[in-house]
C-alpha cells in the first residue's frame, strides 16, 4: 500500500541555520503531496502542498519540491527561527483516491535561540 | 468562524468504560474524519465520513463506532476503552474540490486510559 516515510527527529537547530526535513513516498501513479505542520498544544495545519510532479509548495519561508525520479518532497527552509518550532507531517493522497491522507511518522524540530 | 471544535481536550478512563468524543465543524464541509496520533506513528484514520448520512472504516477501526449526526457533527464513541486506546485523537474536516485537498484540524482530545 501507500507509505510515507520521513526523517526520524528531533532535528535540534540554531536560529538562522538551514533546515531540510526529508520525505519519501510509495504510492502508485502520481499523488499529491503535502507538508502539515503542528505546533505544540494545537491541531494540524496544511503549510504547503504540490500536487504533480516537479511543482514546487512554498508557504511561510519554506519550500518542498515533487520530485517523481526520486519519489522525494522534502521540506527546506533556508534560515529557521524559534517559532518554527514544531512537528512536521509529511503526507499523501494517492491519485484518484478523494482526499484520503496517508501521513509519515513526523519530525520534531526544535530551534534554538 | 471556530473551524473545528472538539471536546472533551482531556479524559482519564478506567479500563472498560465508555465515552463520546464530540467533533462539530461551521465551514460546510461534507467529508469528515477521526484520527489518533501515536508517538513515531504519524497520524493513523480511525473512520470518516465522505458525506452526511455515510461512515467508514479507515485504518485502525477497532474498538471504536461513529455517528455522522448531520452534517456539522462527528462524533467517536469507545465501548470499552483499553489502554491500547491512550492516544491524541483529532477531528478533521474537509472539502474536495479542483484544487484544495486540504484538511482542517481540530486542537485534539487527549485520552488516558488506565
Known amino acids: 500500500g501507500d507509505s510515507v516515510t520521513q526523517m526520524e527527529g528531533p532535528v535540534t537547530l540554531s536560529e538562522e541555520a538551514f533546515l531540510t526535513i526529508n520525505c519519501t513516498y510509495t504510492?502508485?501513479?502520481?499523488?499529491?503531496l503535502f507538508w502539515y505542520v503542528q505546533y505544540p498544544g494545537e491541531g494540524l495545519q496544511l503549510l504547503l502542498k504540490a500536487t504533480k510532479a516537479d511543482d514546487k509548495g512554498s508557504n511561510k519561508g519554506f519550500e518542498a519540491t515533487y520530485r517523481k525520479e526520486t519519489t522525494s518532497f522534502h521540506l527546506e527552509k533556508g534560515s529557521v527561527q524559534v517559532s518554527d518550532s514544531a512537528v512536521y507531517f509529511c503526507a499523501l493522497i494517492p491519485f484518484n483516491a478523494g482526499n484520503m491522507l496517508t501521513f509519515g511518522g513526523g519530525t520534531r524540530l526544535m530551534v534554538k535561540p | 468562524n471556530a473551524g473545528v471544535t472538539q471536546t472533551p481536550k482531556f479524559q482519564v478512563l478506567k479500563t472498560g468504560q465508555s465515552m463520546t468524543l464530540q467533533c462539530a465543524q461551521d465551514m460546510n464541509h461534507n467529508s469528515m474524519y477521526w484520527y489518533r496520533q501515536d508517538p513515531g506513528m504519524g497520524l493513523r484514520l480511525i473512520y470518516y465520513s465522505a458525506s452526511e448520512g455515510t461512515t467508514d472504516k479507515g485504518e485502525v477501526p477497532n474498538g471504536y463506532n461513529v455517528s455522522r449526526l448531520n452534517k456539522r457533527e462527528f462524533s467517536l464513541r469507545l465501548e470499552s476503552a483499553a489502554p491500547s486506546q491512550t492516544s491524541v485523537y483529532f477531528c478533521?474536516?474537509?472539502?474536495?474540490?479542483?484544487?484544495?485537498?486540504?484538511?482542517?484540524f481540530g486542537p485534539g482530545t487527549r485520552l488516558t486510559v488506565t
Open positions: 478533521a474536516s474537509s472539502e474536495l474540490t479542483s484544487v484544495s485537498y486540504e484538511q482542517y
Open positions: 504510492a502508485t501513479g502520481y499523488p499529491s
